[in-house]
């Protein structure tokens, strides 16, 4: 995990008012993206004890982040500060390691349980390895915590293009998280802030994966419809994840307003 030390440290550093080096919907310097990726890694992890000893450190490395993504991250460092610890690490198991439409595995929602899947995690693999970086085999290498610590500590684009490739999976998990109101949704929002607005062609293909889900080629799971919710066993984790159901009139939860990107 990066150390949110070494952030401090950049943050005393002058930094200019431009743009930084990604295309983000809130104008970003690269350090500031480095900052609220490496928060957002410690934030959606399980919250056991490091984390939870971590949140004043982490709370000084998103002080100077604009507005948004700020409030997210700051709103649920309050909530991991305040709540009953006990009762929110139940939630988040409920919330990411029970539930398929909780996936943080960023390739199932782009790829679904196809050969193609596995194509992406050696791709992804790659890219780490060739920024230096080994992932155990017993590790899948596109957890989305993985995947923004990658970026904060070793290379802002390639974890970028990792997580453009697989926007429209991430976006919907951001969308389940509001509609259930979850604490964490703040930290999944302010990752899809440092990326680029969605335009038409990336809002047609949230709405299509919300509408038919991933592919489904080797492990039989149904689509949004199919009123099953919980994971299958563990062996089968996370391969055999599975997108939100619909909704009771048949149509699934997009707010399109929440799509298009907001500005700080």
Known sequence: MVS????????KKKRTK???TLDTQVPLTDDQVRAAWTAASWLIDYPGDELVERLPLLERVIA????????????LITALDTGDIIDLRSDYV????????????LTYF???DTRRRGMALLKIKDQYRNAGLEVSDDELPDHLTYV?????GHSLVEAANILTTNRAGLELLRLHLEEQESVWHGAIDAVCATLPALQGPDIEAVQKLAAEGPEDELVGLGGYGDGSEDMPPMDMTPYATS??????????????DSLKGRSS
């Open 4 to 11: 949110p030390l070494n952030l401090l440290d950049l943050k």
């Open 18 to 20: 431009t743009q930084g």
């Open 64 to 75: 100077g982040l604009p507005d948004r993504p700020r409030q997210g991250l700051q709103d």
């Open 94 to 105: 409920e919330t990411f390691d029970t539930r398929r439409r909780g996936c943080l595995y």
């Open 110 to 112: 782009s790829n679904g």
């Open 148 to 152: 923004l610590e990658f970026g904060a």
């Open 243 to 256: 997108p939100p159901p619909q909704s009771p009139a048949g149509k699934t939860f997009i707010p399109l």
